[in-house]
């Protein structure tokens, strides 16, 4: 038995790991590319959230918005603190990598036009977020991670709160107000299906499950996210192309994963057959908004400072 299926059978009997001492290259190279995905999409939330937190409806409202903006700062410190240990830099993280480079969900670039899109990326978007952090915190073999994410955890919860209550306030709404958080919706709800990657039947690398830093498939995530934010859909009106199916006792979208997307028109092309590797490179080459969002957040660097 390799050192690489050792260290996989001990995590998988209950092993932590602490250090990086501790790590096969396997191991090491696993979490990297996790907590690298997770650390950039935290920090890219932040120039996604900040222009309409500006435009909140309320002054309540925008504080709320910008303790989330707070805390997803927050979140990506803790990410890239835990690569430093790995040896990464973490002010080359932030500030030495061009925008493609960075390594976030694709969902934060795109640009949020309306603050019901904003409030639709807190609902939904942060839930996506505490299904997979969650899942982590949960099963995770590295203990570091397990410990920070105790933290995060629980702002998680307050971003989502915030979300769904005004989801509900703008549902209520009648006219424009109404109609704006259907059509946030209409497209950010398919970006969270996405979210969790290709189905299992198609990974080929299950690296991170079997080192045990994370514990449950794509698809058990996805199942886990859709299961939430499907009755809270329907519990505001909210038309969503998926639904509960009795016989097999699990949830299920109304459409053929993977589908194109119009990023310009935010509009899902359903009928569009395209496969998971053209998927793949709409990631790799960012979206839209990808460029400013990065440039806000690394304008922010002082020449000099010390």
């Known amino acids: 038995m390799t050192n690489e299926q ?24 696993a979490l990297e590319q996790i907590l690298l995905v997770s650390g950039d999409t935290e920090l890219m939330s932040a120039p996604a959230y900040y222009t309409e937190s500006m435009n909140a409806p309320s002054l309540n409202a925008r504080t709320s918005c910008v303790s989330v903006i707070q805390d997803e700062l927050g979140h990506g410190h803790i990410a890239y603190r835990l690569l430093e240990d790995l040896g990464y830099d973490r002010e080359d993280l932030v500030y030495g990598r061009e925008p493609h480079e960075f390594r976030n969900t694709y969902g934060f670039d795109q640009p949020l036009e309306n603050f019901a899109e904003l409030v639709c990326a807190h609902g939904m978007w942060d839930r996506a977020g505490i299904v997979l952090l969650g899942d982590i915190h949960e099963n995770t073999s590295y203990a570091p991670w397990k410990r920070a994410l105790t933290k995060v955890s629980k702002e998680e919860q ?17 006219g424009q107000t109404g109609e704006k958080i259907q059509e946030a919706v209409d497209w950010m709800f398919p970006m969270g299906v996405e979210w969790f990657g290709m189905p299992d039947g198609k990974k080929k690398n299950n690296d991170q499950l079997e080192y045990r ?13 859709l299961s939430r934010t499907v009755p809270m859909c329907e519990d505001l009106g909210l038309d969503v192309p998926a639904h509960y199916d009795e016989e097999s006792e699990e949830y299920v979208v109304e459409y053929d994963l993977p589908v194109a997307f119009d990023e310009r028109g935010k ?27 990065v440039n806000m957040l690394q304008s922010g660097k002082l020449e000099g400072a010390v």
């Open 6 to 29: 050792q260290l996989k059978q001990s995590v998988q009997d209950g092993r932590m790991i602490e250090s990086v001492e501790e790590m096969t290259d396997g191991y090491k190279k």
């Open 158 to 174: 307050f971003h989502l709160r915030h979300g769904e209550t005004w989801m509900r306030r703008l549902a209520n709404k009648s």
């Open 213 to 225: 830093i994370k514990g449950k498939t794509n698809d058990e995530l996805r199942q886990d996210w």
């Open 267 to 293: 509009e899902w092309r359903f009928d569009e057959s395209i496969s998971w590797s053209d998927v793949m490179d709409r990631w790799r080459s960012r979206g839209p908004a990808n460029e400013r969002y």
